[in-house]
RNA sequence: UGAGACAUGGUGUAAUGGUAGCACAUCUGAUUUUGGAUCAGACAGCUCAGGUUCGAAUCCCGAUGGCUCAACCA
């Protein structure tokens, strides 16, 4: 048996403080032993990374210890949720690769949760308030001055009931009441001041139809359908924390309705918050999205501008380079500020394994082979992938016309300059070695523009032949031969936000100006130019592509193709640059 | 001026009272039919001040710093 070490089998990765404590609960047999979560979105707008974030961690955290993630939709208020969500939520949890157990829907438990605080109302814990919003802020005081009672607080418990059933008989205006919890309107935590469970909205859902006119309120919503589903470990981002105390409440008063009197740490679901991902020059936050959607300065959710997984999917973000970043960043309580470089370093080390090579020439400017005959072709074999020989191979055109980078050709070159000039010789990839005549190597147009430049081949330097593996000083270069490529739409893509923390930048100019809000806050930190159209010859091999595959521009950059991609008129985006070390 | 959570190289993250390690970024060099990839190397860190301990990034106590909380949103 061979007994050296192998590093990437015995290698422990360590775990982070969430899976510490599954194992920990697991080891002290907490809810039998069970692992249960949930990923619960609010379908009012498309996911994005940072749910990437929250998905990963919920889906894998139960797959690893046996569990089950069941995805439930968050949709406790009709006016802002729609079904068009809830699809491309789907959509997106399954293209990053993850499985729920159930589909299950906030909504579902309305009635139970109706039943519930009839129940609470007739215990004293909970009272229909009819003071306006305003007078309720008013009272609720400030983190630092505690704020004082409603004086509908002490309602006798058949008028709340009475109230309460009225509420949602569409009858009452929204606005008018309110059902809260009678719990402390001093306490330090501002949502234990007599929070709100149910609000009038008079509208109807997407899902229950007319049934409903008042609506349960997240918090008072979330904890309960946690118990009810089992879920053992509710995880959820930082900013929750100060929910907790008020979770654990509607949970604890849900188990006493029930008569569930197993010990405290059985048949509970407890929160556990992490921290959300924030990254440098991206914005996350469905209300600006939204905002760049509504303003079309993105064409809309999956623009591939856009933070969103639909976007990222259409510019050629792949699931598993997405997930390996998440990896790489892990889960922690520290408000980090994530580098875009992270992650395109992450997506340029799965992309490489994955794109097909191919040539592109996105700034051309012709090349002629002086010694090659005008009507001839060669045809050559191209390696799909080097870095994956399953991959393939497929086939490439020579001829005596070129298209090659304008860049590539300088006509005085500094010294570092290894690419084409007067006298420098190249290796065209895949194709022969050539050299630029000393004297008269280009033509210009009457402005002084490079309009064609003259090189001859230097015969038997192709793969395989005599002089192939001749020492050259100048670097390789690509092409695509002016008689057999195709014109197509390139789309490269800038950063969207000129700023490296938008989402700070943005508040305090807001705050500076008036409390400007949406797009005028926003504008002075958008990047006008983050979209660049650009024509470009590439290979006629990539009219065979599919929209969204994998491809590597050489030299140039990683792209895919775009969704709306056809045959007849190929578009390509550019997901990512080569790592450029100039 | 209240409460809560947090603080480790430029950035992110390990360490669970016992040699501060990894990745990205940056910089060298080798190699290369992609200025990619690959390989080798370098640079660089425990917020501060006390205490407990043989020993502290870790435990205790202050201080400092930014974060979160006052939606009939989630």
Known sequence: MNTTPNTEATEKKSLNFIEQMIENDLKEGKNGGKVQTR????PNGYLHIGHAKAIALDFGVAEQYGGVCNLRMDDTNPQKEDTEYVEAIK???????????????????????????????????????????????????????????????????????RLFEEMNSGNVEPGKMVLRAKIDMASDNMHFRDPIMYRVLNMPHWRTGSKWNAYPMYDYTHGQCDYWEGVTHSLCTLEFVAHRPLYDLFVDWAKEVAGDDKPLDDNRPRQTEFNKLNLTHILLSKRNLLVLVQEGIVNGWDDPRMPTISGF???GYSPEGILAFINKIGYTKFDALNQMSLFESALREDLNKRALRVSAVVDPVKLVITNFPEDATEVYTAINNPENEADGTHEIEFSRELWIEREDFMEDAPKKFFRLGPGKQVRLKNSYIIQCPEENCCKKDADGNIVEIYAELIPETKTGEANANMKIKGKTIHWVSCRHCIEAEVRN???LWLVENPRDEVANYSKEHDNVRGIEAMRPF????SLQVRKAYVEKWLTTRKPLDYLQFQRIGYYNVDLDSTPDHLVFNKTVGLRDTK
């Open 493 to 495: 893509y800038d950063r």
């Open 91 to 161: 959509r997106d949890i399954e293209w990053l690769g993850f499985k729920w157990g159930d589909i299950l829907y906030a909504s579902d438990y309305f009635q139970q949760l109706w039943d519930l605080a009839v129940e609470l109302i007739k215990r004293g814990k909970a009272y229909v308030d009819e003071q306006s919003a305003e007078e309720i802020a008013a009272q609720k005081g400030t983190p630092t001055q505690p704020g004082q009672n409603s004086p509908y607080r002490d309602r006798p418990v058949e008028e709340s009931l």
């Open 526 to 529: 958008l990047n006008p130019d």
């Open 313 to 315: 999917r259409r510019r």
């Open 39 to 42: 990923f619960p979105p609010e």
